[in-house]
């Protein structure tokens, strides 16, 4: 017997905020927010194939630029869907930041 998944996911569009995209330092600043949650999170540009936000070099890959749209999706336990949601509002929000800053200090 195969039982349905359990879970289910929430996604958000966001913009990149740094004046230099999303290269080392901005990026180690978004893993570093995605591995504090115990939530899947994947980003990718919209209609593309999205890779695992908790992977530096995979969230490097996408280079992203100043001002490109993201599409960032929470994979959400639904006992725990608004947890789910509150990590996807605060990631979308922390991209729309200057990431660089943040790396800076």
């Given at each position: ?16 905020g ?6 080392a ?13 115990p ?30 749209e ?25 991209m ?10």
């Amino acid at each position: 017997m195969i039982l349905p998944d359990a879970t289910a996911a929430v996604t958000a569009r966001t913009t990149v905020g740094t004046a230099s995209g999303l290269h080392a330092r901005p990026a180690s600043v978004f893993v570093q927010a995605v591995v504090r949650h115990p939530h899947a999170v994947r980003i990718a540009r919209p209609g593309e194939e999205p890779v695992d936000g908790r992977s530096l070099l995979a969230v490097m890959s996408l280079a992203a630029t100043y001002g490109e749209e993201l599409e960032l999706t929470v994979e959400e336990d639904p006992a725990d869907a608004e947890r789910a949601r509150a990590v996807l509002d605060e990631l979308a929000a922390l991209m729309r930041q200057d990431l660089e800053a943040a790396a800076a200090g």
